[in-house]
């Protein structure tokens, strides 16, 4: 059943208040969850390789508590976006980011692998609602080619996240052992959420107004399915390819440290990687929203896709400096891709959709991100660390034939209506 039309006064988990300055009050808050939640997930490669040692962890185990973590945000992301509507987005983001903390505090206190699994699933449950909740508090507080700015701003947030606690932790790891390490960063997501409940405007009813060529406040009518044949296929084409993009990039990720370990080098080196990386996909994602407007969606995608392969089956055989020297670039490709598809998206649903289809391409991706690493490590354990990246970079490739695909959709969604 195709959702309602737009009430006159939208679920109050979805508005923000109006005003410039409730507007940049509420873009640098959620910036600053965003970034706190992105780190927390990718901070966990840092700490992998310790779990393997202390646990006695087969490559397989290291990727399900990987799993552990991103599959439960990424399963509770719809169900805490339903939530919202009954308690209000600010209210769940600040308490989700408070559990997320927890998490790392609960973990930092474990004194076994059960109590560890239930601290990763905890964690991975208060950053479920970050990405559905702050993203629209940010869209709603903004409008128009403004909003697109302001989620440009906050999507960028998340790689400052990613690149800023990875490191923070191999820094505290070279001072400390691992367990005060995570009390350090849950007390970090303490002060983030004081700040969130602090800074963070209160949830407004006002109506939100749409900005159309014509005037502001007109209702904009809705693009039928009919219009566009091909734009249903079309979705679930693009989604197939962000699955597999997140599945390689999630993978990749989750052993690189293990790769690097394997070349000598040590926490901190492997802290400086994570970064080196995540720097280049903030790149990336710039770089290849530019190249994508520029050059199409078909071409950008072949492109970044094609890069990351090469880039992977490059890494393997070269020393340590090396591998270092090009991480930035596989950063680039590995990030690339995912911003111009987020952003094909809206091409490809009617309008009165994108919420719905948003949550799925999220879900999806996001689920592919956690089931892979499990499905890399029985590979990794079966045929070895190095076959195994080989195999990443080779599966990677299956995204050029679905792109090839997605051609009709571009373009029927590019006619002009008749």
């Known amino acids: 059943m195709p959702p309602p039309s737009t009430p006159a006064s939208p679920p109050r988990s979805l508005t923000a208040p109006p005003g410039a300055a409730a507007a940049r009050r509420t873009l640098a808050t959620a910036c600053l969850a965003h970034a706190l939640h992105d780190g927390y997930t990718d901070l966990l490669y840092v700490l992998l390789p310790l779990w393997q040692a202390e646990f006695a962890l087969s490559y397989a185990a290291v990727g399900v508590l990987r799993a552990l973590y991103a599959g439960t945000m990424a399963g509770f992301q719809v169900p805490a976006s339903l939530w919202a509507e009954r308690v209000g987005g600010r209210a769940l983001l600040v308490g989700g980011t408070a559990l997320a903390a927890l998490g790392y505090l609960l973990a930092g206190a474990s004194m076994g692998l059960a109590m560890l699994i239930a601290a990763l699933f905890l964690g991975g449950l208060g950053s479920s609602v970050q990405h559905p909740l ?126 690097l370990r394997a070349k000598g080098a040590g926490l901190p080196t492997v802290g400086l990687a994570l970064t080196l990386v995540f720097a280049g996909g903030a790149t990336g994602k710039f770089v290849c929203g530019f190249l994508g407007t520029r050059l199409g969606v078909l071409a950008t995608v072949f492109l970044t896709e094609g890069l990351t392969a090469a880039s992977i089956f490059a890494l393997l055989p070269l020393p340590l400096a090396g591998a270092l020297a090009l991480l930035p670039l596989v950063g680039v490709a590995l990030n690339g891709t995912s911003s ?27 689920g592919a991100g ?39 959709a571009l373009s029927d969604a590019q006619a002009p209506a008749s």
């Open 370 to 408: 956690a089931l892979s690493p499990v499905i890399y490590g029985a590979f990794s354990d079966a045929l070895g660390l190095s076959r195994m990246m080989m195999l990443v970079a080779a599966l990677v490739l299956l995204t050029l034939p679905l792109a090839w695909l997605l051609r009709p």
């Open 134 to 259: 702050a993203s629209s508090l940010v869209s709603r507080a903004y409008e128009g080619a403004r909003a697109r700015a302001a989620l440009g701003t906050f999507n960028f947030s998340g790689d400052v996240g990613k690149m800023l606690l990875p490191a923070l932790t191999a820094v505290l790891l070279a001072a400390m052992p691992w367990r005060p390490a995570a009390g350090v960063l849950a007390v970090l997501g303490l002060a983030v959420t004081a700040a969130l409940a602090l800074f963070l405007p209160r949830d407004g009813r006002a109506e939100r107004l749409v900005n159309t060529d014509a005037g502001v406040g007109e209702k904009v009518a809705p693009a039928s399915d009919a219009a566009r044949p091909q734009a249903s296929r079309g979705f679930w084409i693009l989604f197939s390819i962000g699955v597999l993009d997140s599945a390689t990039r999630m993978g990749f990720l989750t052993f690189l440290p293990f790769l």
């Open 340 to 366: 111009v598809l987020y952003g094909t998206v809206p091409e490809l649903v009617p309008a009165q959709r994108h919420e719905r289809a948003f949550g799925i391409f999220y879900t999806g991706t996001i």
